[in-house]
């Protein structure tokens, strides 16, 4: 099971393994909590008095908020917000069993799928409501706040979220700025007078996975901002409009944001956030790992199983196994690590280097791709039962 260079395995015969099962959702199929029951259902199919430790996971994009809930153990929570073009909907969020950490996810209320039913507003699309939610979590009590960034409509630079705590945009005149992308050329200072008295007194954590700056060819707009309704006009305002941001920002706060790694997620978020609330970047993966106790698990783990819908190229650059496997390579026991996966592309070169000892797909053979779908439960419970039995006779010799 384990790489050549692994250690031996470490559970002793006459004891019962500590497994870890901490898997990606199977996107159009089960969640990360319901991938991690049917693992644990096949783990303990032969392993009955095996301890399973559940934890499910996500890269820090959509589907970031129920993992953590699903570990914590608490319901989400609702609060009225604005959708990515101003119409009224309900957003959730999370808070921890302790009160200490909140999750808010960008795509609840800020997301594409929320505004799919009408026309895409590359220019006028905001974060408003993303900041309805942060607030409702500091009013909640948390200490530090966790913001998930994947599945963004709009272009705004993080200036919706400030709005929503509080914060006023003015231009010259003193008058408040439009909302969106749009009004970001006009911006001449920030009122941060109303702003929510404990936004600047907690710990922020952007969720990213990507590493694009602010502005420039490589940055929100002409990056990403396309798949937003963003025309080639559109793009070309916007990206001068981030970088007017850019300015306003670092002449108010001193803090440099247009160059930094990151700030170019979902549509610059990260600028207004890391200038004026002090926020820090951290890849989404690694993030939710540490918020779910994943490190301490992993130490006392005799076998770790992840996984996720499709493991390739982009599974070892930042998601979800990823950053198991590199959790389980620094473990003082170096507990082996198979990904239970829909398919699996990445050659064994590549996925042992990652700290991976095998990785496996449910797909028995050519199948259809709705069959397999549908019989997703059922062959990865089987597939987690064979890891399993492969590892408990491994580990009885």
Known sequence: MSSPSSPAPRHRPDASPRVVVAPDSFKGSLSAAEVAAVVADGVRAVAPAADVVLLPMADGGEGTLDALLAVWGTGARDVDALDAVGRPRTARYGVSADGRLGIVELAEASGLPGVSDAPLQPLLAHTLGTGAAAAAALDAGAEEIIVCLGGSASTDGGAGILTGLGARLLDASGAQVPDGGEGLAQVARLDLSGLHPRAA??????AVDVTNPLHGDLGAAHVFGPQKGATPADVEYLDAALKHWAEVLERQTGVAVADLPGAGAAGGVPAGLVAVLGAELTPGATLVAEAVGLPAAIASADLVLTGEGSFDSQSVHGKVADAV??????????????????RVLLPAAQ????????????????IDLDELLNRTPARLADLAAMVTGLYLGTASR
Do not use: E, K, Q
Request: charged share 10%; glycine share 12%.
């Open 201 to 206: 007194r907690v710990r922020w954590r952007l």
């Open 351 to 366: 996925t042992h280097a990652a700290g991976i000892a095998a990785a496996f797909s449910i797909a028995p053979g050519p």
């Open 325 to 342: 496997g590199a959790l389980a390579a620094a473990a003082p026991g170096r507990p082996p690590v198979v990904v239970l996966a829909g």
